[in-house]
């Protein structure tokens, strides 16, 4: 398996501002992934972000909403723009492990409120 | 397209009973499932996966193509079952493997 951290744990922000979560990982890993749970709902996938080329987003997700950094095989970053109070969510993160354990891993999650 | 869909919202039983909860997916190639467990105040965690046709906690999950099926079961429920579940199946994208998760259903296991 894998350790995965988040940062921060949860906020909450002012609308029309932006926020950066950060994910940290204990081992390197090719593929990273974004998700969004709103709440009551389930896991959405909001782009895949791989190292060395840029993040694949997912329908109804953008770049410019969504930006995301992926710098080095531990590390990853994802911004939430120009926030609205319907961007109040659970932002997860997950790494994919291939062989043994074949299946992604995720951390614990950024619980964001936008007032 | 790929899609899971748990119908159950919510599964309430009580503490010894049989658990079943269901899982159907769409898929076009060769499906990977696996079930996530919640529990209270805790991350996402893997339960298990098809592939490796394990049993974790008592649970097990049977893949019926016919069907296209991934139903979770456990004779005896216990207290600390109760969490959230989501079905997942992993699929790929343009980007590489990616995993598409069902609505959850929460099971509630009562004394």
């Known amino acids: 398996s894998a350790v995965i951290s988040q940062k921060p744990s949860r906020d909450i922000c002012q609308r029309g501002t932006s926020l950066t979560i950060q994910c940290q990982v204990d081992?390197?890993?090719?593929?990273m992934f974004w998700y969004r749970q709103q709440p009551g709902q389930s896991l959405t996938l909001i782009a895949t972000?791989?190292?060395?080329?840029?993040?694949?987003?997912e329908s109804g997700f953008v770049i410019d909403k969504f930006p995301i950094s992926r710098p080095n095989l531990t590390f990853s970053t994802l911004t939430v723009s120009n926030m609205s109070p319907e961007d109040s969510s659970i932002y997860l993160c997950?790494?994919?492990?291939?062989?043994?354990?074949?299946?992604?891993?995720f951390g614990p999650g950024t619980r964001l409120t936008v007032l | 397209a790929q899609r899971v869909t748990q119908p159950e919202k919510l599964l309430s039983v009580f503490k010894g009973a049989p658990v079943e909860l269901k899982c159907n997916y769409s898929?076009?190639?060769?499906?990977?499932l696996f079930w996530y467990v919640q529990y209270s105040r805790q991350r996402l965690q893997l339960l298990l996966r098809?592939?490796s046709r394990e049993s974790i906690k008592g649970f097990t999950a049977d893949l019926n193509k016919g069907e296209t099926s991934f139903h979770l079961k456990k004779p005896f429920a216990q207290e600390e079952d109760s969490a959230m579940y989501y079905c997942?199946?992993?699929?790929?994208?343009?980007?590489?493997?990616?995993?598409?998760f069902g609505g959850g259903t929460r099971l509630m296991v009562k004394p």
């Open positions: 997950s790494v994919y492990l291939a062989g043994v354990s074949d299946t992604q891993y």
């Open positions: 081992s390197q890993v090719t593929m």
């Open positions: 972000a791989n190292q060395g080329s840029e993040a694949t987003y």
């Open positions: 898929y076009s190639g060769s499906p990977e």
């Open positions: 098809h592939i």
């Open positions: 997942a199946l992993s699929g790929y994208n343009n980007a590489g493997n990616m995993l598409t």
